[in-house]
Structures are given as C-alpha cells and as structure tokens.
C-alpha cells in the first residue's frame, strides 16, 4: 500500500483519541474470520490509512506498552491483507490480455507511480541516475514499483526481485513475460534475504520493500545483513514511515543506520505513505 487512496486527508485529532480508534480498527480487524479483499475488508483498511495518514507530531517510542504490542499486531495483519489484495489482482490481470498496460486497474496503481516517481528523484539528487543492476526485496505478486522504475524512470536497468513465496513470483513472472523485451531486464528470486549473501555485491541499488522485517528486530536483522554483503558504495533505499503512518508500517530512522552513510531522509505529508531512506555502504 503504497498510499492512501483517497487524498482528501482528515483534520488531525488529538493523539488520545487517535490512539482509541486505531485500537478498535485493530480490534475489527482482529475478529475478521479472512483478510482477503471484500466489501468489509476494505473498508475497514481505508479507514485506518486515511485515520493514520495526517502528519501527526505522534512518536511511536513513547507508547504504553500495551499499544506498542497492538501496533506490531496491526502491521502484521496490514501486511497480510495488502499481500492478499495484490494477489487477487495479479491473478486477475493474469487473466485479461495484456496485463503490463492495465495496471491501473489496481486500486493503488496511481500511488505506486507516484511513490516510484519520488524514490527515482530522491535517487537522481544524490547521483543514482541509471544504476545496471538493482535488487528488489520484497516484491511480492504485483512487483509494480520494479515495473514502474523500469518503464518510467529506470529504462536500461536490469532488476532482480527478491520474494519468499514462490507462489508470489510466480504470478508475477506471468505479467511480466507478457512482454519479451522487458521480461529480458525482469527476474524474479525466491528465497529468504538472510540467505543470499555474495550475490547482493552485484548490485549498485538494492530496494528494501517496507513490509520486509515487520518487526524492528527483524528489519534491523535484514539490514545488517545486506550491508554486510552488498557491494562498497553501494546504495540501499529503505522504506518507513512516520507518526502515525508507523500504524501501518516498520520504523527505521538514522540513528539504526550508524554503519551508512545518510544520503537522505524524506519524510511526505500527503497522501504518500511511506518515507524514503537513502543510505550508501562506506568505501573503505
């Protein structure tokens, strides 16, 4: 979920009572008997993201430990059901002709172009112009911000995907190959980040998807390990998020990336969810 659908963005509210609402979306949330999409799954979710999305001044850390706990509940199944979303999508384009030039069909289509059109600005600014090679991790059945870059942005770079579920990549491989020429500079992994190691050096971009490490231990596991195995002065763009957007998604700020070297850090405050982290490996 790249964005909120909807950018008609509420009026803040007070941080106690933002805090009771998103407590009873977890709570409906929690007692749904399936997270695929439906008439009460979505709704429930875009109430939640547009709730979430003001620039609210909200600091995680300094939550009761109660609403920690739900929070790292609620990111799960915000994760559950946004993989779920696109694998009915992915399988539906899959079923119509040409799927590469119907992707707007998807209900986030236009947020995703918008969120790829940043990180590609964001990347251009600190002289990451036309990397060769770039890894996705995370990629999930609709790769659409691998697509986005590599037809809007990123035209002669070759990407590899990175997904856990075989099953995942394997619907996406289908909407790529629809296209010989740009099935060419698309390829798709399955396997677990933590287990690729030389091959991540191969790569003078590497993506880490949002939803990739849910929890703090697990993100900061990911990143230590791509750091370790990437290539020197490589660059690595993480995904995160702000106020009471870390609801929906994991936190990851400067003082985590001691061992990079800050590039940049943009935090939006429309409808964009997600903030962009640009850190390099150091060349020693």
Do not use: W
């Not at 009572?17 to 399936?34: G, P, T, Y």
């Not at 099935?183 to 998807?209: H, N, P, S, W």
């Not at 002065?233 to 995160?240: A, E, F, T």
Request: proline share 5%; hydrophobic share 45%.
């Amino acid at each position: 979920m790249a964005s909120l659908q909807n950018s008609d963005i509420e009026s803040q509210i007070p941080t106690e009572l933002l805090i009771a609402r998103v407590m009873q979306f977890h709570a409906s949330i929690s007692k749904l008997e399936s997270l695929k999409p439906s008439k009460q799954v979505n709704s429930l979710f875009t109430q939640l993201v547009k709730l979430c999305t003001p620039p609210y001044s909200i600091d995680i850390k300094d939550l009761p430990q109660e609403v920690q706990e739900m929070r790292e509940s609620l990111i799960v199944l915000c994760g559950r059901a946004e993989g779920l979303l696109e694998l009915e999508f992915a399988t539906f384009l899959n079923k119509i002709p040409q799927p590469l030039n119907n992707l707007n069909l998807f209900p986030y289509y236009g947020n995703y172009v918008k969120l790829a059109s940043l990180e590609y600005r964001i990347l251009k600014e600190n002289g990451v112009v036309q990397p060769k090679k770039v890894a996705f991790v995370g990629s999930g059945p609709m790769p659409l911000t691998s697509i986005v870059m590599a037809k809007n942005h990123l035209k002669a770079t070759h990407f590899d995907n990175f997904d856990i579920d075989e099953a995942a990549n394997n619907v996406a491989r289908r909407i790529v190959a629809t296209d010989f020429e740009f099935e060419k500079r698309m390829k798709f992994l399955t396997g677990d980040i933590l287990q690729v190691k030389e091959k991540l050096g191969e790569y003078d971009c590497i993506f880490l998807a949002a939803l990739v490490g849910m929890s703090k231990e697990d993100k900061m596991k990911i990143i230590r390990h791509i750091r370790k195995y990437m290539k020197d002065g490589g660059i690595l763009l993480v995904r995160s998020a702000k106020g009471a957007r870390a609801f929906l998604y994991p936190v990851v700020e400067r003082h985590d990336l001691l061992d990079f070297e800050v590039l940049s850090i943009f935090h939006p405050i429309d409808e964009v969810i997600n903030s962009v982290i640009l850190v390099r490996k150091p060349v020693f």
